[in-house]
């Protein structure tokens, strides 16, 4: 929700239920003094149709879901705008004469306060709900943003874990490769030292048949 928007909906508040005050107090007047508050009646009119002009601006600049919930809400408005000119052109048609005053103060006056006493409270409920619809929207965009941290968090530590295994595998295949290496080192040993052993029993063998050689031919002279 703008907060824009919803400084200009306070102001307006404000000032439509003070223009209602002033229009049910400008009823019981007469003379200067009913024109003098028919004055400022009609200055507050004014301040509240900028308003509304404001409200309107500031609600086709937002996005389309908040400028639906907006336009609504300002559709109430502009009615009761509408309804507190009428409640004035009425008042002011009462300067006409002492019985025509009397009479729009007993009959059409109070229909026209009651519709817009009724057409207010129905505005502040409507708005009301608005307001509430907004929080369910704020909350549950709030409750998306978590949820999406959230699953960015263990999107992350998904790869960290991704990043460690591939690391640990990276280390076995290293550890297998010098076993590998360690078991080529051995196997060769073993074949040298087979082959040493075959040397070494050759020439022992060697060395006794010479040495029989000499005995023999020592003992034949």
């Known amino acids: 929700m703008s907060e824009v928007f919803e400084g200009y909906e306070r102001q307006y508040c404000e000032l439509s239920a003070n223009l209602s005050k002033k229009c049910t107090a400008s009823g019981a007047l007469n ?13 507050g009119l004014e301040d509240a149709e900028a308003l509304i ?60 306060l009651t519709a817009s006493a009724d057409q207010r409270s129905r505005l502040m409920t409507t708005t009301e709900r608005l307001n509430q619809s907004s929080d369910r ?12 941290e959230l699953g960015v968090s263990i999107l992350q530590d998904l790869h960290s874990q991704r990043q460690s295994l591939l690391h640990a595998n990276n280390t076995l295949h290293g550890v297998d490769d010098n076993i590998g290496k360690s078991k080529r080192i051995l196997t060769n040993m073993s074949r040298r030292m087979s082959r040493n052993k075959w040397i070494v029993g050759i020439i022992i063998s060697l060395l006794i048949i010479a040495i029989i050689v000499i005995l023999y031919f020592k003992l034949a002279k």
């Open 137 to 148: 929207i704020k909350d549950s965009r709030r409750t998306m943003l978590e949820t999406e």
């Open 53 to 112: 002009r404001k409200m309107d601006l500031e609600a086709r600049s937002l996005q389309p879901n908040v400028k639906a919930v907006l336009l609504a809400k300002l559709r109430e408005y502009k009615s009761d705008l509408n309804n507190l000119k009428s409640e004035v052109k009425r008042i002011a048609s009462g300067n006409l004469n002492p019985a025509a005053r009397d009479e729009l103060l007993e009959s059409g006056m109070a229909d026209a």
């Open 31 to 43: 003379g200067e003094k009913k024109k003098q508050k028919l004055s400022e009646i009609k200055a």
